[in-house]
C-alpha cells in the first residue's frame, strides 16, 4: 500500500503562482511512475504532468512551459510549480503513485485526496 498526502493548493489570481507538494509513505520502493491529475467542475479528470523513475517528465499541452513537475526519491515527494496560472487551470488536484507489483510489470494506482486549486481572474 502507498498513502499520498497533498498539500499547498488554495486562491490565487490569473498570473500567480502556487506550488503543490505530494508526499508518498508505505512501500515507496515500488513507485514507478508519480503524476499530478486535475478535475474541474463537471469534466473528466485529467493528466496535468508525469515523471518516471528515471526522470522523464511527460505535460499536458494546456500546462507547458508553465508548470514543471519534480521528483525527490530520497524523500518521497513529487512537487508540482504552477506559474502564470489561468483561471481555466481552476480544479481539484490529484496526486497519482504507480506501483509495480510484479516482475511483468504489472501494477496498480494510489490517490491521494486532492487539494483544491482556484484560480481567480
Known amino acids: 500500500q502507498v498513502r499520498l498526502v497533498e498539500s499547498g493548493g488554495g486562491l490565487v489570481q490569473a498570473g500567480g503562482s502556487l506550488r503543490l507538494s505530494c508526499a508518498a509513505s508505505?512501500?515507496?520502493?515500488?513507485?514507478?511512475?508519480l503524476g499530478w491529475y486535475r478535475q474541474a467542475a463537471g469534466k473528466q479528470r485529467e493528466l496535468v504532468a508525469s515523471?518516471?523513475?528515471?526522470?522523464?517528465?511527460n505535460y499536458a499541452d494546456s500546462v507547458k512551459d508553465r508548470f514543471v513537475i519534480s521528483r525527490d526519491n530520497s524523500k518521497n515527494t513529487v512537487d508540482l510549480q504552477m506559474n502564470s496560472l489561468k483561471p481555466e487551470d481552476t480544479a481539484v488536484y490529484y496526486c497519482?503513485?504507480?506501483?509495480?507489483?510484479?516482475?511483468?510489470?504489472?501494477?496498480?494506482?494510489?490517490w491521494g485526496q486532492g487539494t483544491q486549486v482556484t484560480v481567480s481572474s
Open positions: 508505505g512501500r515507496t520502493s515500488s513507485i514507478n511512475t
Open positions: 497519482k503513485a504507480f506501483v509495480v507489483v510484479n516482475v511483468e510489470g504489472a501494477g496498480r494506482d494510489f
Open positions: 515523471v518516471g523513475s528515471g526522470g522523464g517528465t
